[in-house]
């Protein structure tokens, strides 16, 4: 993680605007600096729906005193990525990133500072832990919980250690004590799809009878942490979990777990509506569910049932429209379709239409920077189909929102052939059209430009039978 120190002359200007004479008690002020800046603004979320937009100066600085503060995780956004912010009455918070290296530059200075320090610096280090999930995911159970009770421990230590350094408020220790447990637990939950894999998960049941002890504790309605990564993955994977139940009751144990099943994807809905009863919470999690249920089925009346279930359950007017934009746009995208055309930029920033890249069987992947494994694996997997399928042809999009020398410098770095490289001469419009700002989104699209399939995984093996019949086309 990269420390910088603010300038003089940004501390005077700081402080100097905090005439707080006859401020309100519940101000906040936040400002700071942004190096490097994709944007001239950027956005704090306050509320559901209320967005405050903080234009940067000559010198890329901003500022904003924001009244009636209550203490909260609040979301703020530059460039297409996020962070949060915790806030509370009287601070007066200050930072300062680099938008080539985000999270990692990320440093706050003022009142109130040494709290975000502190969680910034626990987010970096859970996603540094997350990258090694595959090797404890491989331990036994009772090894996996071990490791996890241990690495919890430190982290509570740490944490009281830096409360008797810092006397903090209980808002910050709640916040805090909340992310170590809901990683731990997020772990827990997501274990047995690691350990046993889709072909013996049905072995999910053999867990230790106390494996699942912690969901006692379990705040399905912590609305202090509607904006937490941390909470917002471990209840996804705990509903992921919680539907195996009755997926396994209806279902040919001895089959490899189909995580495309109707009845599975409505389960989930059905236990997510029932349990959480904070609506921002709840409706986040109904949106995220049905949008990858819906990404994966190709019969109408399967989608026509999930749409009906999550209009049901939702209460957010906007998230009902968003999804049924969905919908319509997937029909347009079923196999048999014509690929909607665009307009792509090549490496040498020559613009090709879609369909005119298109005479022979195709595979069209997405891929960011953000996602640098996923990207390796995405380029030599198909690299390995072309070398096996010389008639095949691959057409790869970057979707990064960057400046269009960023996804250049990616290439030249992992020294890949920029041959078959594009990204979307409209970004927005090219997400929109192809619903995809997902790295995982495939399309198998014939020679004459028709879909054969969009579905999400490279290494299902749906995908493997419709790549089969693509290459027999021919």
């Known amino acids: 993680m990269k420390f910088y120190i603010i300038p003089l002359i940004v501390s005077v200007f700081f402080t100097g605007c905090m005439d707080t004479t006859l401020a309100p008690e519940d101000y906040a002020y936040f400002g700071g600096e942004i190096i490097n800046p994709k944007k001239n603004y950027v956005t704090l ?23 009636h503060v209550e203490s909260g995780l609040y979301a703020f956004l530059h460039g297409g990525e996020y962070q949060l912010v915790l806030l509370e009455p009287k601070d007066s918070i200050m930072l300062r990133l680099n938008t080539l290296d985000f999270d990692e530059s990320l440093v706050f200075t003022g009142i109130g500072s040494k709290k975000n320090n502190y969680l910034i610096k626990s987010f970096l280090e859970d996603e540094n832990e ?177 749409l ?55 595979i069209i992947y997405f891929w960011s920077s953000n996602f640098d494994l996923n990207h390796k694996n995405l380029y030599y997997r198909t690299k390995k189909l072309q070398d096996k399928y010389p008639d095949l042809n691959i057409i790869a999009i970057n979707i990064n929102d960057e400046n269009n020398m960023y996804w250049k410098n990616t290439l030249k770095r992992t020294k890949f052939t920029p041959q078959n490289e594009y990204r979307f001469e409209n970004l927005n419009e090219g997400i929109k059209t192809l619903i995809t700002n997902s790295v995982y989104t495939i399309f198998l699209v014939d020679g004459s430009g028709q879909i054969i399939s969009s579905k999400n995984s490279l290494y299902s093996e749906e995908f493997q039978s419709n790549f089969e019949k693509l290459v027999a086309q021919k």
Not at 349 to 360: F, G, Q, R, V
């Open 308 to 362: 009906a279930s999550y209009l049901q359950k939702t209460t957010s007017d906007i998230d009902k429209k968003d999804i049924k934009t969905v919908v319509d746009k997937l029909n347009r995208l079923k196999p048999g379709q014509p690929i909607p055309d665009l307009t792509l930029i090549n490496f040498n920033d020559e613009p090709h239409s879609l369909k005119s890249l298109i005479d022979k069987p195709t």
């Open 45 to 67: 979320h306050l509320e559901e729906g209320q967005v405050d937009t903080m234009y940067l100066d000559e010198e890329n600085r901003f500022f904003k005193k924001i009244d």
């Open 130 to 306: 997350d990258m090694h999930k595959k090797e404890f995911f491989q331990m036994p159970p009772e090894e996996f919980e071990s490791y996890l009770n241990t690495k919890k421990e430190e982290k509570l230590a740490h944490l009281n250690e830096f409360l008797e350094k810092y006397p903090s408020s209980d808002f910050f220790k709640n916040i805090a004590e909340a992310n170590i447990n809901y990683n731990t637990y997020f772990y827990k939950e997501a274990y047995p799809f690691g350990y046993f894999g889709d072909s013996k998960l049905v072995h999910y049941k053999d867990l230790p009878e106390h494996f699942y002890n912690f969901r006692k504790d379990i705040n399905y309605n912590f609305k202090d942490l509607r904006e937490c990564a941390t909470y917002n993955r471990f209840l996804l994977a705990h509903f992921n979990n919680l539907a195996l139940s009755s997926y396994y009751k209806n279902t040919d144990q001895h089959k490899y777990f189909d995580r495309q099943s109707l009845n599975y994807n409505l389960k989930k809905l059905e236990l997510i509506d029932s349990l959480v009863n904070v609506d921002p919470i709840k409706n986040y999690l109904l949106k995220m569910n049905v949008r990858e249920s819906l990404y994966m089925t190709d019969t109408p009346s399967e989608t026509n049932q999930l």
